[in-house]
């Protein structure tokens, strides 16, 4: 078996965490790293919670590169009120994982994503769950390595329903609108996962309540998912949305997506994410955007493959 050699960007936060379960729980997937950016919490919390997350389930083998401090347009990283209700104020649920033993590596994210564009080329997947500054630094600086990859797939944006940030914005894209916008009108083919798609992956408390008698690793990412199903978004009868976790698993497996809608996309002034107007006659679109997923299946899957993670740790 071929396994999918993959980066994924987080700005880890709970939904990046179980995202980083997911991956390290496929046995189709080969993790090469973990790229840190600032989003959810500030870049070198979201290392750190990295790197507590790979120490949980004994990958300290998986390297952590630190990326962007801060969007664009602003000088320095501040952090979004409602970031510590939904993520807790460390960003991962409040739960206590210690000091990792692990540092982030020296090499930053933007060269390591290059070096190994460069390296793996079409069989490499990169996947970004946060802000998009790490990957338009990376278009600026090494847009023909960055055409080599296999797959990039971002998690972002809103095209039928409106956004979490604001009514038009979604958070990823809408926390750095100026790098989204260069990242959508670069030549490169992306795979967006919005929240049309992620809305439709809401899990709650009751669907991982096994994990909780698991082990350390069990209860511990049990009570990180289970802060995050209850106050994202309506509390526990609703659930949270499995974002991150979908754009991974979609990296992987695209099929999971039952109706990817194929645009060319921008980022409008107030954050939200739309059809270029100037591109609408183009016959080549450069994204696929999902509107649609099987819910049932990553579900399945999802908890199938993570349980064992668990089980295994
Ligand atoms: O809008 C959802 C996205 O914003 C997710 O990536 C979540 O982790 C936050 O970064
Ligand atoms: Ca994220």
Redesign the pocket.
């Given at each position: 078996m071929t396994k999918t050699k993959m980066i994924i960007d987080?700005?880890t936060?709970?939904?990046?965490a179980l995202a980083i379960a997911y991956i390290l729980a496929d046995p189709q997937i080969e993790v090469l790293g973990i790229t840190a950016t600032y989003?959810?919490i500030d870049l070198h919390s979201a290392a750190r919670n990295s790197l507590s997350i790979l120490e949980l389930f004994h990958r300290e083998d998986v390297g952590v590169y630190k990326g962007a401090e801060h969007a664009y347009d602003k000088t320095s990283y501040v952090r979004g009120n409602k970031s510590p209700l939904i993520?807790g104020e460390n960003g991962i649920g409040n739960v206590d994982l210690g000091s990792p033993k692990k540092q982030p590596n020296k090499e930053n994210a933007v060269d390591f994503i290059i070096d190994s564009a460069k390296r793996y080329k079409e069989d490499l997947h990169l996947v970004f769950?946060?802000?998009l500054t790490d990957l338009a630094d990376c278009i600026r600086k090494d847009l023909e390595a960055m055409k080599l990859c296999g797959d990039i797939t971002i998690?972002?944006g809103a095209l039928t329903v409106k956004g979490?940030?604001s009514v038009y914005a979604?958070?990823?894209i809408c926390?750095d609108p100026s790098a989204a916008k260069e990242v959508f009108a670069s030549p490169l083919h992306l795979s967006v996962i919005p929240?049309d798609a992620?809305l439709k992956t809401l899990f709650k408390v009751s669907d991982i309540r096994s994990w909780k008698d698991l082990g350390f690793a069990g209860r511990s990412l049990y009570e990180i998912a289970r802060f995050y199903y209850v106050h994202e978004l309506g509390g526990e009868e609703t659930g949270g949305?499995m974002?991150?976790p979908l754009?991974a698993y979609a990296s992987k497996d695209p099929s999971i997506i039952t109706n990817w809608f194929p645009c060319n996309l921008t980022v409008e002034e107030n954050g939200r994410t739309i059809g270029s107007f100037e591109e609408l006659n183009l016959k080549e679109k450069r994204h696929r955007v999902a509107l649609d997923v099987d819910a049932k299946r990553f579900s399945d899957d999802y908890i199938s493959s993570v349980s064992e993670l668990i089980k295994r740790s």
């Open positions: 987080c700005d936060g709970v939904d990046d989003g959810n993520h769950v946060g802000p998690m972002g979490n940030k979604e958070a990823n926390s929240l992620t949305a974002h991150d754009a």
